[in-house]
């Protein structure tokens, strides 16, 4: 928005005449934008053998037609206080909260239907640094956060960096570039067209097809809806019924049940519970092909499980396909690249914290606040294990933020109704797998520090037989390596937590397809493609992980 929030608030607050001298703006306006300024494995290998109603349909929701493919076309001086001012805003940052909402009431009392938002002509751009200067002239502007301005990768040094950037700043993000000495590319030039053509249509006579011929409409040639995903399971735990086993865990925040199933053959042959293998994807919300890939898995041992005999003797499975339901569906009827939950903590919300992180982070808070757009938590860092760590973890405690970490840790009902069911079953849980996208990378714990576990080597052993069979499959390159090093540090993750306090030897974060042509967007026709080399991956590291158990 092109109003100075910060303005407005203390306008409304009275205190306009206390920052006259020391005025700035909360966030750049579009003007401002022109800156012109290990261990053997000693496992031996074994041969593989042969919601309830409040569901909406995909007919109830208008779709958007599909278009052709998108073609791929070729200083602000900081923010800061002198000391007796910053101290003086402090003492009086605990009272904003309740003094704005005695002036504009709650927050979710001014919630208003949501629409669905528009990508048009927002480009999606590939940024080069090849210095560190460039590096941090990317993050200063990533965190200035300018409107319409989203990063998809972090900024680093030698590494590339995609950037979407709204219509109205395209033309100034790209002269702040230019005059920067930072190359790019333009990979999408308008993010709705490839949004229309991400995931083909189906009709209602060709679902009604499918449940007919198959008794359910699920396709790997499309994305589905939530209610559909969850139909699927019950469907497979209805057909098998001696193999699968349909578990409620818990409530969203918004009602919705989240659902997972548990796929078992049955003790082993010593009359043992079997060690399982967890696979959670749709944590973050946007990222579709992880929960077509586990819906694929599930198919492929359920299925045709005769094929895979060998690995249901070794091993029980445990598959939550969508571990964010409200945002997931927000994602389909709503705004196609949402991240986080649906939640609204409002009075939840610890100000205190506030008072010792800058004064312009507040500020944000509640100017974004009045214009509604602060719901949600990023679940992936909402786990109770370095949560909250912000300095160099990858989280932050706005509630405006992209990664916010929440009020509290496990503040979010899916994340505890997941750490729930984990510590309930973690003596038999030999190996965590979080699904997610983008980047191609198998990542090992830690996340949130650069060092690394004890056992750091054999898991990474392990993760490269898995990339191995991956590249087999399709040539598909994956790295191996932790988050803090190939991507960024991330505290409050779901793996570090899983290795950290349920005790999981073997905790994975996979960064599914692509490398950025299409990042969050990757079209349908790659889901098979995708899903068939990621279960030959945990294929092979399943029967290393549970063997001689």
């Known amino acids: 928005m092109a109003l100075d929030f910060r303005s407005i608030l203390f306008l409304l607050l009275g205190l306009s005449v206390i920052i006259a001298s020391n005025r700035t703006t909360a966030r750049p306006k579009r003007g401002d934008l022109k800156i012109l300024h290990g261990e053997r494995y000693n496992c031996s290998s074994f041969e593989e053998g042969i919601r309830e109603a409040r569901y909406l349909s995909e007919d109830d929701v208008v779709s958007i037609e599909t278009e052709d493919d998108p073609s791929i076309d070729d200083e602000g001086r900081g923010f800061s206080f002198m000391d007796v001012v910053e101290s003086m805003f402090s003492a009086v940052a605990n009272g904003i909260g309740s003094i704005m909402t005695s002036i504009i009431g709650t927050e979710k009392s001014f919630k208003s239907p949501s629409n669905r938002v528009s990508y048009r002509n927002y480009q999606l751009i590939r940024l080069f640094p090849s210095t560190k200067a460039q590096v941090n002239d990317l993050k200063e502007l990533k965190e200035a956060e300018p409107e319409d301005v989203k990063f998809w990768t972090q900024p680093m040094y030698n590494k590339t960096t995609d950037l979407v950037v709204g219509p109205d700043l395209v033309s100034d993000v790209k002269t702040f570039l230019r005059n920067k000495g930072i190359d790019f590319t333009v990979l999408i030039s308008d993010l709705q067209k490839t949004i229309a053509y991400q995931n083909p249509k189906m009709t209602k006579n060709q679902r009604e097809d499918l449940v007919t011929s198959r008794g359910h409409s699920m396709t790997w040639k499309r994305y589905h809806r939530y209610g559909d995903i969850v139909r699927y399971l019950e469907y497979l735990a209805l057909t098998y019924p001696k193999m699968v086993e349909l578990i409620m865990i818990g409530h969203s925040f918004e009602g919705q049940p989240i659902k997972m199933i548990k796929i078992s053959t049955g003790p082993n042959k010593e009359g043992e519970t079997k060690p399982a293998i967890w696979i959670d994807a749709g944590m973050h919300a946007r990222e579709w092909i992880g929960s077509a890939v586990a819906t ?40 196609r690249l949402w991240r986080k939950t649906r939640s609204n903590h409002g009075e939840d919300q610890d100000d205190s914290r506030y008072s010792h992180s800058s004064f312009l982070q507040l500020v944000n808070h509640y100017a974004r606040w009045l214009w509604g757009k602060c719901e949600g938590v990023d679940p992936n860092r909402n786990f109770g294990y370095h949560w909250g760590e912000v ?40 190996m965590y797998l979080t699904l ?109 992980v549970t063997c001689n158990t």
């Not at 249901?312 to 994602?331: C, H, K, S």
């Open 391 to 430: 300095q160099e973890g990858g989280a932050s405690l706005d509630p405006c933020h992209e990664t916010y970490a929440g009020p509290y840790a496990f503040s979010e009902p899916e994340t505890k109704a997941m750490a729930d069911y984990i510590l309930a079953n973690k003596r038999n849980i030999r």
């Open 296 to 335: 694929y898995i599930a198919s492929q041992l359920v299925e045709k499980n005769t094929s895979y005999a060998k690995l249901l003797d070794n091993a029980d499975w445990m598959i939550l396909p969508v571990a964010n339901p409200d945002g997931y569906e927000f994602t389909h009827i709503g705004d």
């Open 436 to 544: 997610h996208s983008y980047s191609q990378m198998w990542l090992v714990p830690w996340g949130y520090t650069y060092s690394r576990p004890s056992d750091y080597w054999e898991l990474a052993k392990v993760a490269k037989k898995a990339i191995g069979a991956i590249a087999k499959v399709h040539g598909t390159d994956y790295q191996v390596g932790p988050s803090s090093d190939l991507m960024y540090p991330t505290s409050g993750a779901s793996d570090d937590w899983a290795k950290g306090v349920a005790g999981i030897k073997y905790a994975y974060t996979l960064e599914l397809r692509d490398r950025g042509t299409y990042g969050f967007l990757l079209p349908a026709r790659q889901i098979v493609p995708t899903a068939r080399e990621i279960w030959a991956g945990i294929r092979t590291i399943a029967r290393l």
